[in-house]
């Protein structure tokens, strides 16, 4: 536990420090954490195969590098998805004495669930208002996960899903949407005051990232519980003291951060 | 070898009024075979779920539906895949005692390699100059298959990769490159004197696509054949008798069509 404070108030004014700076600082930062979660996802997944991997950590920093271009360029991402296809296919070919198939497939996908997913922190970060709008992803998360505790232990009578998180109640799962929302919206509400953004109605945008966000908050914790649990692993990694791997600690933001971006692209008009 | 004739004399006019006609006809037939491939891949590498590839199915034909839009406007695709990469993970947790992280990922892969990948024959046929320049794709992959054969048997030696292809020789590929490539120059050239296409230098495109196309069907065809080496199966289906099912048919269109498309998308000037 003292290891996990510790590791905490060292690591919290970083991580806000890269979000406030954004930018390239941002995008090396997410690139790295990407790259550490596609690791930590194919060490419980597969069994070491250097060069398969090798070819998809390329592609994610192809991906990390070039995100602003593969993102908002037409046929860029598709592009990019057929090239990543097409590599790992000739790789299953010429080496096939040292992988399959299932192998290629675990390569594909972790890239999607460690780097594509997280870098919406990056690409929410830099759209418009996304200095003060990529906190929603933090404060759905976060939010929600503390609002669960609480609530959980002070009311929780119902078990959510014991076989995948035997601590989780209903009444908390409920209780964390509703503090994650409250929250969102009380700092749309701030956000409103304190700015004048005439381009975007904030606090519809912050009430659907909170109540959206937290609910998938909570589906990409019981997610990577479901993986672990399946790979028998306790945890990810433990590239975080006290807290674990990249894919222990960010497994609520890899799913609010797209939340945030969809809805912000969605709302703000541009 | 008969009922593959048939099957062939009667399928090939299909497919060329399909190829002709393009539009709404190419997209639904398309979708039809991404669809099928999907089937024949699920059945080959997990075991029935039918809730999770229901899902798989659902978010293809979304794709083909809206395959237009997907494609050509800005963060559609990364939104498309990000929601279908969502409810997976929400099936994950909620079914979680019916699948596993695992089955995810098939599930994903496959809406990829046999829809997705596929979908470039369509994409390709309605780009510009699209009617002519999409047979390139059927060149490449039938030509290449053709002049592999016939250089293979007059004098093919050494063995290509005899654990996934017995009968492949070095030189029956070299060859098959250079009969695809052959033809595909004659086509342009052929283009060129009929049609004057003043936006696209015809011969690079034809040189390029007949070259990286055919290199890749003989790549598609042998990923099929490890895939089903790997799974244990002959084929991946009976849908056209004789000659298998859309997978064993189109392994290699599956490769050549995303080059004709994504080189096209490069060389034409719009």
Redesign the interface.
């Known amino acids: 536990m003292k290891t996990r404070i510790i590791s905490g108030v060292v690591l919290l004014p970083v991580l806000i420090f890269l979000v406030v700076s954004g930018g390239i600082w941002l995008q090396v930062a997410v690139g790295f954490l990407g790259l550490v979660g596609m690791r930590e996802f194919y060490q419980a997944?597969s069994k070491e195969n250097r060069g398969l991997h090798t070819i998809c950590y390329v592609f994610a920093v192809i991906y990390m590098v070039f995100i602003d271009q593969i993102?908002?360029?037409?046929?860029y991402?598709?592009?990019f998805?057929?090239v990543f296809?097409?590599v790992l296919?000739?790789y299953?070919?010429l080496c096939?004495?040292h992988t399959?198939?299932?192998e290629?497939?675990?390569g594909?996908?972790g890239f999607?669930?460690a780097c594509?997913?997280l870098s919406?922190v990056y690409l929410a970060r830099e759209y418009t208002h996304g200095n003060l709008l990529i906190w929603l992803a933090f404060i759905a998360a976060f939010g929600c996960d503390t609002g669960a505790y609480f609530v959980g232990v002070s009311c929780g009578k119902h078990k959510l899903?014991p076989?995948?998180s035997p601590k989780k109640t209903i009444e908390g799962s409920i209780g964390g949407i509703a503090t994650a929302t409250i929250l969102a919206l009380i700092y749309g509400w701030w956000i409103q005051r304190t700015f004048i953004l005439e381009d975007v109605n904030i606090l519809l945008l912050c009430g659907l990232t909170g109540f959206f966000g937290s609910f998938?908050a909570q589906?990409?914790d019981?997610?990577a519980s479901?993986?672990k649990?399946?790979?028998g692993i306790k945890d990810f990694g433990n590239l975080i003291p006290g807290h674990g791997g990249v894919l222990d600690r960010f497994d609520s933001v890899i799913?609010t951060a797209?939340v945030v971006y969809?809805i912000m692209?969605f709302l703000v008009n541009n």
Not at 71 to 75: A, E, K, T
């Open positions: 997944f993102i908002n360029r037409n046929n991402f598709n592009i998805v057929s296809l097409v296919l000739i299953t070919v096939h004495n399959n198939a299932m290629g497939m675990t594909f996908f999607f669930y594509f997913l919406h899903i076989t995948l998938l589906i990409g019981l997610a479901a993986m649990r399946y790979t799913l797209p969809y692209w």
